[in-house]
């Protein structure tokens, strides 16, 4: 059970900007607690792609950033490339019984 | 070479059971927690459970939907996670990921590495 809501599904012209945002609460996001992002292409297993954030791991391009604010926060593609077509899932840590792992909705990333 | 290898699902009734096996190689295992993180067809991911390390008391947590029916186990003599699933129902049908987990300041726990996943399927 998703308790971070994200957009089903975000689209853009190659060269664009995108941003996909992940609403969560006190008790998660709104807590101070870090939110990470993971890439996942049809049939694979997910890739972490941004932690704590802004921080992006070793290999990931830096067209992709991250921020946050107050219960949300947000993943944003800059020059929208078809490689980067997939699903986007943000994570964060939860300290009520839910947790303490909470996944978002997950957002389709369509390259027009 | 950094690796995480899940071997186990198939086909089960509802009401058996299944183990999962997580065999990780090119990372000093013992060091690191351990999540299995599941996606049922065409949904998103949901976080099954975590087993700490051995030096945090190695005790397991779970999430609600799999509490009591589920466990988690670690070999760190082999380098290898379990996942023991009782009383399957239909809705655990899914493909069931291992993965590293990082734990940096309290609350700043992320996914670094994940297996491939393997598939469960539990159907009469």
């Known amino acids: 059970q998703s308790v971070l809501t994200q957009p089903p599904s975000v689209s853009g012209a190659p060269g664009q900007r995108v941003t996909i945002s992940c609403t969560g609460s006190?008790?998660?996001?709104?807590?101070?607690?870090?939110v990470h992002w993971y890439q996942q292409f049809p049939g694979t297993a997910p890739k972490l792609l941004m932690y704590?954030?802004?921080n992006r791991p070793s290999g990931v391009p830096d067209r992709f950033s991250g921020s946050k604010s107050g219960t949300s926060a947000s993943l944003a593609i800059t020059g929208l490339q078809a490689e980067d077509e997939a699903d986007y899932y943000c994570?964060?840590?939860?300290?009520?019984?839910?947790?303490?792992?909470?996944f978002g909705t997950g957002t389709k990333v369509t390259v027009l | 070479e950094l690796q995480l290898v899940e071997s186990g699902g198939g086909l089960v009734q509802p009401g058996r059971s299944l183990r999962l096996s997580c065999t990780t190689s090119?990372?000093?295992?013992?060091?690191?927690?351990m999540s299995w993180v599941r996606q049922a067809p065409g949904k998103g991911l949901e976080w099954v459970g975590f087993?700490?390390?051995?030096?945090?008391?190695?005790?397991?947590e779970f999430a609600a939907s799999v509490k009591d029916r589920f466990t988690i186990s670690r070999d760190d003599s082999i380098s290898v996670a379990y996942l023991h699933m009782n009383s399957l129902k239909t809705e655990d049908t899914a493909v069931y990921y291992c993965?590293?987990?990082?734990?940096?300041?309290?609350?700043?726990?992320?996914?670094?590495?994940w297996g491939r996943g393997t598939l469960v399927t539990v159907s009469s």
């Open positions: 087993i700490r390390t051995k030096r945090y008391g190695g005790a397991p």
């Open positions: 090119g990372f000093t295992f013992r060091d690191y927690a």
């Open positions: 994570q964060s840590f939860d300290g009520s019984l839910t947790g303490p792992y909470v």
């Open positions: 993965s590293r987990e990082i734990h940096n300041t309290w609350g700043n726990w992320y996914f670094d590495l």
């Open positions: 006190s008790s998660n996001i709104g807590a101070g607690y870090d």
């Open positions: 704590a954030n802004n």
